[in-house]
């Protein structure tokens, strides 16, 4: 079983207390990979939090394709930051030859903020399908002011490799969100490990979706970025980007959406019409199986919630300055030690945690 | 040698026989006043016999007129098998036996096609039974628990829109509906199917419909009962309980002139209204209900005389698809003021898909469900050659339309729902489930439901006379003395107890799997151990 965490702080933070929030939980072979999103950037690229940042990694030959097709779609690069690693000898860690952190400038005649996000997206469509047909690397990410880093080993080993113990300013962020733990039940794939993103929108899952399947089935033709699907946890992601991106709607009506009211319940609602509606045309996107999600919007906001008959636990823990939310407490314990614990949350099954800039937690129940 | 006419019908041309045992026999005459086809009477024959009458033995050889029972050689009175004579007979004398060789086939299209009630006899091949629920949670996530867990058994019945399409508008952080949608209802995902007054007995039809609102009032369970082509009683129509029913319009229209003219004194809105256009036992044929099965009653309800009812092949005046739906749905819809899905059946056919996308496709969004009924529904009369030689299996064709809506992002839309051959073993939970993880969002039965009120027929030819109205178990006749052989309050709780057990193992289904609503469209739930079931349905092969 993963385990996942997330930090939202006040002040940026190092990617090592991203780690410092994981190892405790380490059970059995748990810790097989490491992956984090960090959104809100400091540190090298706190100049260019407007300009989008792509995060791969690849073989010389990718490094060179990417660069090519940059070129030829009229992106013109800023600033780079390519990690030297440290290739200590006996680390765990099945390291590509290049990891490429790389800003960039949007094409002239590209201005409109509709068009750019459209922009960012299609690029990294494409990077990652002219990537996938040679084998030369992987893209994770093209968004202002978000890097990707994953990778397949031991997580302290991995962080030995990219220097992340050091702390020495280069990778900074207020939201980092991490999962360390490889796809151990298939094939292990890069693009399957979570955090996964798109358009702004960061998700890591911790458990099972038993409505892959279907999920998988309808997602497919709602929009172009919904693609990959090496993980039941994609369309955890793809729902919350259509709930909140595609059709606009609050918040709120997400929990409605993955795991919407028993019928009996519904029908005592108010706005049992809303609800039925929404049950009814989003049907295939209800999530069946024990699971917990955390998430991180564009805004910078973040969430919980889990399934709905809570069989993933998930809890959030704070201290004015910084908030963590994280499988299992021990996490929040080792890098929160002093924080109030009778004010952590451990969320219901019907309940949804929102964690906006300020660090104020908004809850409700669905 | 003594001259043989072998043109004449034989006993042992006829398909089953009768075993009978004279020296049990009391000769109360039960079996032959319980038999209601006339199959056998009491003949009195001369025997020669050795009996010995005396203290001490003393055998005489004396010739005996003796009454024993006898079966007829004549086809229009043969045995069906359906063995009411082995039910009354105190002795175990006499019961009906299968004849392997028989020429039955051969010999009764004399007065042309042979004629019969039930399914199809030939193909009965049960797909459902080559598949397996294989998927099941085991350490990487917990199963369900089918007692503790609460689940959400529940169909929509009426036209889904697209998330796109709904008129929702965010007010503040809430969604508000700017206008009505389509009226969907979410019921339970078995439908009681359609069975008309005529077809059924009153009593029996009546059995039915008791299940239907005790399952309603009583269990919890929003099962809908159709009506079948051939009205309904008034009293029903304007009473609470039609909520319940879903009102059957077919090509004969029987029974719409009394329908229309209760509309005015509904005290609320049927459950659904269905527009059969056809049927899986007799594809491309319409209704028949043979004169002997015009009773009074059935004449008062349906508004004819006393005369065979055959419903035309065809709606008349449809001609395509697109106009169907603008002329039926649209009025049918508008009859109830766009308060009342509208679904459509069909009998499955290899153009389903062609119908379904057809539908999906309609600008209106007033076609409120797709059914498709199989070639091992039932019926109550049909040529033996529509029942065996025409028709196609509803497992595949389920799958078929689903993959369909798929590929155009449309599943869920319009909810499709398979009928014909459900409950063909007795299983209907685990055909259900099957069903429904192919793609459909529920299954309709009628054939099991008559098979607990205690019909005896089955796909080996026991039986099927539900067109003679002779009906020895009292369901499918008007015959008032063969009704009462049918307990209405026993009939209604078995068919009450068994889908109270139909829940429940459909429970002990869904939990395994790890889902607590109908996993509809989860083939990865689904094995198969035929290649070619599996190779076909899009679902794993194992072995």
Partial sequence: MCRIGAIKSKVPVHPSKALHLMLPQQEGYDNSGFAMVMQDLYGVFSQYKDKPLLSMACTREGARLVEEYMDKHHF????????????????????????????????????????????????????????????????????????????????????????LWDDNGCLLAKNIIVQC?????????????????????????????????????????????????????????YTLHYVLHELKWPISYYKHVITPLPFSELAQRPDRDVLMTIRQSLAHLEINGPNTIIAGLPDGRMMTCCDSKKLRPVVVGGDGEMVAISSEVCGINEILPNRDTSKDIYPNEREVVVINQDLEVERWKQ | METIKVQDVAVNDLPWRIEYHAERCTRCGSCVASCSF????????????????????????????????????????????????????????????????????????????????????????????????????????????????TFDIRAPFGRVLSPRELPLTVSGDKLEMAHRTPPVRWIYPLIFSDMSIGALSTRAWEAVALATAYLNEKCNLPVRMSSGEGGMPVK??????????????????????????????MVTDPGGILIKIGQGAKPGDGGLLPEAKVAEHVQAIRGVPKATLSSPPNHQGL????????????????????????????????????????????????????FI????????????????????????????????????????????????????????????????????????????????????????????????????TGICTQDPRLVKRLDVDRGAQKIVDYVLAFDKELRKLMAPIGNSSLPVGRSDALVSTDKAVADKLGIQYVC
Avoid at chain 1, 192 to 221: D, M, R, W
Avoid at chain 2, 68 to 81: P, S
Avoid at chain 2, 99 to 116: F, H, M, Q, V
Avoid at chain 2, 449 to 464: A, D, F, S, V
């Fill in chain 2, 236 to 265: 029903l129509l304007e009473s609470e309980y039609l909520k319940y029913f879903i009102i059957q319009i077919a090509s004969g229209h029987f029974g719409w002139n009394r329908i229309i003219k209760a509309m005015p004194h």
């Fill in chain 2, 38 to 149: 006339n199959a056998i009477e009491v003949v009195v024959q001369r025997q020669s016999m050795t009996v010995s009458e005396q203290n001490q033995p003393s055998p005489v050889r004396r010739q005996l007129a003796l009454a024993i029972i006898k079966q007829k050689k004549d086809l229009a009175y043969m045995c069906r098998g359906c063995g009411m004579c082995e039910r009354v007979c105190p002795n175990n004398a006499i019961r009906p036996v299968r004849n392997p060789d028989d020429r039955k086939a051969l010999l009764s299209r004399d007065n042309g096609p042979i004629k019969r009630g039930g399914r199809t006899n030939l193909n009965a091949q049960r797909t459902l039974d080559s598949i397996i629920v294989g998927r099941i949670s085991q350490m990487t996530d917990p199963a369900l628990d089918s007692v503790r867990h």
């Fill in chain 2, 373 to 472: 009924d199989g070639i091992q529904g039932g019926t109550g009369a049909a040529a033996e050659v529509s029942l065996d030689h025409t028709g196609h299996p509803v497992v595949s064709k389920i799958r078929d339309c689903y993959l369909s809506a798929v590929r155009q992002g449309l599943q869920g839309q319009i909810p499709l729902y398979g009928g014909g051959g459900i409950g063909l073993t007795g299983n209907a939970a685990a055909d259900a489930f099957k069903m429904i993880c192919l793609g459909a969002n529920g299954v309709f039965c009628g054939k099991v439901l008559i098979q607990l009120l205690g019909c005896i027929g089955n796909e080996k030819g026991r039986c099927n006379a539900c067109n003679t109205g002779k009906c020895p």
């Fill in chain 1, 181 to 237: 733990r490889q796809n151990t039940n298939y094939d292990i794939v890069r693009y399957a490990a979570h955090p996964f993103f798109l358009q702004g929108y960061t998700l890591c899952a911790n458990g099972e979706n038993t409505f892959f399947t279907k999920n998988t089935e309808f997602q497919k033709s709602l929009f172009r970025g919904y693609i990959g699907f090496e993980s039941d946890s994609q369309n955890f992601l």
């Fill in chain 1, 76 to 163: 013109t690069q800023l600033a780079a930051w390519v990690p030297v690693p440290d290739k200590q000898p006996n680390l765990n860690i099945e390291a590509l030859p290049f990891y490429i952190f790389r800003n960039y400038d949007y094409p002239e005649f590209v201005k409109e903020p509709e068009a750019r996000e459209a922009l960012l997206l299609d690029t990294r469509l494409a990077l990652r399908r002219m990537l996938e047909e040679t084998g030369e690397g992987y893209v994770y990410s093209f968004w202002p002011d978000v890097l990707t880093l994953k990778e397949i080993g031991d997580p302290r080993d991995i962080a030995t490799y990219f220097h």
């Fill in chain 2, 319 to 370: 001609y395509s698809i697109e106009e169907s739906v603008q002329k039926m749905h649209l009025s049918l819809n508008a009859a109830f003021g766009f308060r009342v899905p509208v679904a459509v059946k069909c009998a499955a056919s290899a153009t389903s898909v062609a119908v379904y996308h057809n539908l999906l496709r309609d600008p209106y969004k007033i076609c409120g469900g797709f």
